[in-house]
């Protein structure tokens, strides 16, 4: 089965802070994503990566940027965090497709900004 | 403004009804609708990803069918048991990217 880590269930950060947040798989995916999930919306994309160095802003990538030195690793970065970044984080992998393939995702991690 | 659309945002069924909801995407550019249940605690799922403009697909109680000219995807829970308590997110495809609709959260009532 597939796995997909992430490194903290639960995060608390103050605003201004650097935060890190990790992602590991472990079944050679070359796609991985970074969502955010917030009450009475749906998952929205902030960045992916299709390759290893490789990286394509999604729908709200302002205030986050992303690396992928390692093809099983995808780390999302809060640069300055703010209040209106507090959320539940997803990560998700998936083989190379034109979206027809399903992707996996790890537990989330919720992380408040205070 | 989400352009996949999911109703009803939340319903209660008794354990052994069945219930259906929907989901509404795009028709244009179409490449794959997904199905996910995320239970509480735990990570999204997926359930099934369809391609083609007449596809049902099964697993278990659940199915799925899929209307691509008109933009719609029902999900069927037959049966239900306290175990199908989840959201259940679709997502369309139209590259390698997905968006996702807000969810359908069935609780199913003993």
């Not at chain 1, 798989?25 to 955010?36: G, I, L, S, T, V």
């Not at chain 1, 490789?54 to 965090?81: C, H, N, Q, T, W």
């Not at chain 2, 996910?36 to 199915?63: C, H, Q």
């Amino acid at each position: 089965d597939v796995k997909v880590t992430q490194s903290s269930r639960y995060l608390v950060k103050r605003t201004g802070e650097k935060v890190f947040l990790e992602c590991v798989q472990d079944m050679d995916h070359e796609n991985m994503f970074w969502y955010r999930q917030d009450p009475g919306l749906g998952l929205r994309l902030i960045y992916f990566s299709y390759d290893v160095k490789m990286k394509e802003k999604g729908d709200i990538p302002e205030g986050y940027s992303v690396s992928r030195e390692k093809k099983e690793r995808f780390s999302l970065i809060l640069e300055s965090a703010s209040t209106n970044q507090t959320s539940m984080y997803l990560c998700a992998s998936s083989s190379p497709s034109l979206g027809n393939q399903p992707q996996h995702f790890g537990d989330g991690t919720r992380l408040s900004i205070l | 403004i989400l352009n996949v659309e999911q109703s009803p945002q939340s319903l209660h069924v008794q354990e052994g009804d069945s219930t259906n909801f929907t989901c509404s995407f795009p028709s244009s550019n179409f490449y794959a609708l997904h199905w996910y249940r995320w239970e509480t605690a735990k990570s999204p799922e997926a359930l099934f990803v369809m391609t083609l403009n007449g596809d049902e697909k099964k697993k278990g109680r659940i199915s799925a069918t899929l209307n691509t000219k008109e933009g719609y995807s029902y999900l069927y829970i037959k049966g239900s048991q306290p175990e199908d308590s989840a959201t259940y997110l679709c997502a369309h495809s139209n590259d390698y990217k997905l968006s996702f609709g807000a969810g359908t959260t069935v609780t199913v009532r003993a």
